[in-house]
């Protein structure tokens, strides 16, 4: 079955650095999408992003977040400067037009 | 704005114990529904979804859901658990808007099954 690879798997950074998450879409979508669950709450939707724009964004995704498709493959999520509460689960997904979402299996990101 | 109630937070079993997750919704259109499933460590995997038809729908590992339209539930239902059930499971509601979906997810329930 295809998959959603995320990398890396955990990542840990400091307070105030940059920090850019990575996901490999399954290659025949055209949708692609970032969500976030912090430990013990539900998952919430961040972003989503298609033909090359943001469709869609959540309150969440301020302008320290950014997302963006370097090249055919790729599609990362970029913190810019991280704070304490950013630490959660990321995960990115990716669909085709009118199917269901395929879900990564996720980077934890913890903020020290 | 679409919303997703589960009820229970934390469920434990024994095995071969008959499991019923509750998920009721609020969306003002059409619906597409899902249950969603994460095994400790792993990343969310699709167990089942409804888009129309047959409102009992089957998924893997032997669980279904039961779309209830009159009450805006989906329910997640499995007969006998085992002990590999062990995990979270999250229903969710799917909405489209010009052709990317936006997928909101319930609270989750935690399951545990107790050999």
């Known amino acids: 079955e295809p998959e959603v690879t995320q990398t890396p798997s955990h990542q840990v950074t400091q307070m105030g650095q940059e920090v850019i998450l990575r996901c490999v879409p399954i290659?025949?979508?055209?949708?692609f999408y970032w969500y976030r669950q912090i430990l013990g709450q539900k998952v919430e939707f961040l972003v989503s992003f298609y033909n090359n724009e943001i469709s869609e964004k959540s309150e969440i995704f301020d302008d320290q977040f950014s997302v963006e498709r370097p090249d055919g493959s790729n599609f990362t999520l970029k913190i810019r400067s991280t704070k304490l509460e950013d630490s959660a689960m990321y995960f990115c997904a990716s669909s085709e037009r009118g199917q269901y979402t395929f879900f990564g299996q996720g980077t934890r990101l913890t903020v020290v | 704005a679409q919303s997703v109630s589960q009820h229970n937070h934390h469920v434990i079993l024994s095995e071969a114990a008959s499991l019923e997750l509750g998920c009721n919704y609020s969306?003002?259109?059409?619906?597409?529904l899902f249950w969603y499933v994460q095994y400790p460590g792993q990343h969310l995997q699709l167990l089942l979804k409804?888009?129309?038809?047959?409102?009992l729908v089957k998924g893997i590992k032997g669980f279904e859901a039961e779309f209830i339209k009159s009450k805006f539930s989906f329910n997640l239902r499995k007969p006998s658990v085992q002990w590999s059930d062990t995990a979270e499971y999250f229903c969710a509601v799917n909405s489209y808007s010009g052709g990317y979906q936006k997928v909101t997810f319930g609270t989750g329930t935690k399951l545990q099954v107790i050999p």
């Open positions: 409804y888009f129309s038809g047959d409102p």
């Open positions: 969306y003002g259109g059409t619906v597409n």
């Open positions: 290659s025949n979508h055209l949708y």
